[in-house]
């Protein structure tokens, strides 16, 4: 399904930790709802001014999804889809400065998202996450609930943990670590994740985690997916600037055939 | 509304803006965000006649106003093209008018040749020669720099071309005017320019050049006053004789008709795709827009006025 690119308006913009903000925005009803895994191209700027480039931010949450509450707003049903972004620079700077009841530019949903389609009930699942990394496990985790399955979640943070709360009740075990020992395991989630335990681990954060999340299930021949990130200026699969070497050695395009990609075939 | 149709080498385009190659895909990827049949042509992303997994390391930097890329022609390859990506352009695009280029780049003249001929024998609208390609036999010297090159294998994928021709042209040529003249001399049935301006940019943390190739290409709207001065200088030297297609960092209809009133037949535009991914309709309809308020019934009436 080829990306739209449409206005959307805030519904609410909070922030959620130092330089740590969450984004809604009414999706319309003439849009695909996206899927977890899968972004956008944030635009809340005019096409001639800087940064001359979108933003690629992830699907943090998509409401409603499964059993969720509808929300209404003058009798509408209203679908919402959030963000979490860490402000950055020029770009995510804007974009922190929304406020409920603005417009920005949204080109998506981008990329595959990640599937977990072959999954039956029973499956265990470990969600991994590093740091800004967690955003597209949320609704990741939300969509596995859906299907019936608790994910277990292992999230490492440098100092402070963000966006946690949202986690309690609906989904398996929480651990996180911070590399400050200040709150939860003082290390990092690789000494905390056993891959054996699982049947399948996806996995988003700075490289270097993933590529030991990947190699630690490999070991064990566990399915691990890991979600990439690359510099962006379509974000559709049009100009070629995201490409990722595959173990096959073709060039993929982390925007359309990614962002989420079978660590076998990305970490070599 | 004023009559925005182009005929370019007796084809009648629906409009005068064409996307510029390697920015707009195969134009696929744009079918869901604008209207493709207001389009005057997609240009391919370039081609070559094998496929390539183009540079490796950074291919993005955003500058003031611009953007530097080294994407390295990745490519699935002529024949790859010819099988895949061309029928589903032909699709996206049935039913409009709207035009295919087929962006042609190569490594050595021999590869020029062989993939113009496989792409002769397909449906595609026009052949667009990039020659902004290393020159392995002229020691690395692109050969979108001198004339001479230029001229040897523009005629030599003259003789196999039986599409219309146009060769893209390279800001980094010595002289502009003389390398138009010497594409139309071996052949070419119209020049487009610009590609890309040769940039470098530092990580200063690295203390490295960006880009594994030091330099890579720079467009969007930096570019685009000194772009319109070497269209100018192109219709100049070429303009009686052959169109020429002007593009550099074009982001409005303004823009555009600043290249149309340098003399150019149409337009293209590439970097301000990623800006605003429905540029190449907005562009199209500013034009219209400023025609109307303007009195100006088509752009035949405005082409070249401001020389
Ligand atoms: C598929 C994808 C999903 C993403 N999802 C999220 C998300 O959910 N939440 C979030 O906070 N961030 C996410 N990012 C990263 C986010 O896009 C960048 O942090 C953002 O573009 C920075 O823009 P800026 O203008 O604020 O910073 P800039 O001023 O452009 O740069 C600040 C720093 O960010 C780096 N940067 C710039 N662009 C990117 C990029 N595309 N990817 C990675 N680093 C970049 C720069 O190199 C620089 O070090 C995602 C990136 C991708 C590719
Ligand atoms: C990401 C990117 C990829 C490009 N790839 C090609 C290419 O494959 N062949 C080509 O002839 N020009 C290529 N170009 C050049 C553009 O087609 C155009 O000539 C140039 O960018 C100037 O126009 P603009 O400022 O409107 O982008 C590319 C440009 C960009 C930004
Ligand atoms: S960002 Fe353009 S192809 Fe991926």
């Known amino acids: 399904m080829p990306a739209r690119c449409f206005d959307a308006q805030v519904f609410s913009r909070t922030q959620v930790a130092d330089s740590i903000q969450r984004l809604t925005v009414r999706w319309p009803e003439s849009v695909p709802l996206p899927h977890a895994g899968q972004f956008c191209m944030l635009r809340c700027w005019e096409h001639d001014e800087a940064p001359l480039l979108s933003r690629p931010i992830s699907i943090h949450e998509v409401w409603p999804t499964g059993n969720d509450e509808p929300i209404c707003q003058d009798g509408e049903q209203l679908d919402l889809v959030t963000f979490l972004f860490e402000v950055k620079g020029i770009g995510t700077e804007q974009l922190a400065a929304l406020e409920a009841g603005d417009f920005l530019q949204i080109t998506g949903p981008a990329g595959n998202g990640f599937d977990f389609s072959e999954l039956d009930a029973g499956a265990k699942v470990a969600l991994v996450g590093g740091g800004i990394g967690t955003a597209p496990l949320y609704q990741t985790a939300r969509e596995l609930a859906a299907r019936g399955i608790k994910a277990d979640i292992y999230y490492g943070f440098r100092d402070e943990p963000y966006a946690m709360e949202q986690y309690r009740g609906h989904f398996g075990t929480v651990r996180v670590a911070t590399d400050s020992g200040r709150v939860g395991f003082h290390g990092f989630v690789t000494q905390m994740i056993k891959p054996e335990e699982y049947d399948l681990v996806l996995c988003c954060g700075p490289e270097v985690m993933m590529r030991r999340v990947a190699a630690m299930c490999a070991e064990k021949d566990v399915k691990c997916l890991v979600s990439l990130e690359k510099k962006m200026a379509c974000g559709i699969g049009a100009c070629l600037g995201c490409t990722c070497k595959t173990a096959s050695g073709e060039g993929k395009s982390v925007c359309k055939h990614g962002p989420v990609f079978d660590a076998k075939e990305v970490f070599a | ?307």
């Open chain 2, 1 to 307: 509304m004023s009559d925005l149709r182009v005929d370019l080498l007796g084809q009648v385009l629906p409009g005068p803006v064409i996307a510029a190659s390697g920015t707009f895909g195969y134009g696929i990827e744009y079918s869901e965000i604008l209207d493709l049949g207001v389009l005057g042509g997609v240009s391919s992303k370039g081609l070559t006649l094998n496929p390539k997994y183009g540079n490796e390391g950074e291919r993005l930097l955003e500058t003031p106003s611009g953007l530097i890329n080294s994407i390295g022609l990745q490519n699935p390859g002529v024949r790859h093209f010819i099988e895949n990506e061309l029928p589903a352009m032909r699709r996206a695009l049935a039913g409009t008018g709207t035009a295919i280029l087929a962006n042609l780049g190569g490594g050595c003249i021999e590869d020029y040749e062989e993939g113009c001929e496989l792409l002769c024998a397909t449906d595609v609208d026009f052949i667009e020669l990039n020659i902004s390609c290393p020159n392995v036999k002229h020691g690395g010297i692109a050969y979108g720099v001198q004339a001479e090159s230029a001229k040897e294998v523009v005629g030599r994928v003259r003789k196999v071309c039986t599409k219309p021709l146009i060769v893209k042209m390279s800001p980094q040529a010595e002289d502009i005017a003389r390398m138009a003249a010497a594409c139309v001399e071996a052949g070419a049935d119209a020049v487009s320019l610009v590609n890309t301006f040769q940039a470098c940019a530092i990580d200063l943390e690295k203390r490295k050049p960006v880009f594994n190739n030091i330099f890579a290409g720079l467009s969007g709207p930096a570019v685009r006053p000194i772009a319109l001065r070497m269209v100018w200088q192109a219709v100049g030297a070429v303009g009686n004789a052959v169109p020429v297609i002007g593009l550099g960092g074009i982001a409005t209809g303004e823009d555009a008709l600043q290249f149309i009133m340098a003399g150019a037949t149409a337009v293209q535009v590439g970097t301000a795709n990623f800006a605003d991914p429905a540029a190449c309709q907005r562009i199209t309809a500013e034009m219209d827009a400023w025609m109307d308020k303007h009195g100006v019934k088509s752009l035949d009436e405005i082409r070249g006025c401001a020389r």
